[in-house]
């Protein structure tokens, strides 16, 4: 019943606005793990993830903008609007825990010393 008043029309907007979304999501989710150093969110630190974050949404707002050609023609209502929202909200938690964790898994291989090659020892 609720999902009869949702109609996403044809055309891209609605994967337009899906993908706008999920991106300044994971911009934003971004800022707020360096903010308050949450490391099952972190992709990076310093001032390396600010820059990282505001651009990953200054990007998404700036594609989005230049690609939607149907921006100003009637298409998605509030309720399309919020749906996909939500499900691009749903997408990028778990989106941003896994490039979290493959993140932190790289760093620690980077900045595990090398092990110094053994020696065969002789067969008798």
């Not at 700036?62 to 100003?72: K, M, R």
């Not at 298409?75 to 996909?84: N, V």
């Not at 493959?102 to 291989?109: I, M, P």
């Amino acid at each position: 019943m609720f999902f009869d008043l949702l109609h996403f029309g044809s055309g891209p907007q609605a994967i337009h606005y899906f993908f706008f979304c999920l991106m300044a999501l994971l911009g934003t989710i971004q800022g707020i793990a360096i903010r308050y150093g949450r490391p099952d969110l972190l992709w990076f630190e310093g001032w390396f993830g600010y820059a990282l974050s505001g651009g990953i949404i200054v990007g998404s707002f700036v594609w989005f903008f230049l690609t939607d050609q149907e921006i100003f023609i009637p298409g998605l209502a509030g309720g399309e609007l919020f749906t996909l929202f939500v499900i691009a909200f749903v997408v990028a938690v778990p989106l941003t825990r896994a490039i979290a964790f493959a993140a932190t898994r790289l760093r620690a291989l980077a900045l595990q010393p090398k092990s110094p090659a053994r020696e065969k020892e002789p067969l008798l």
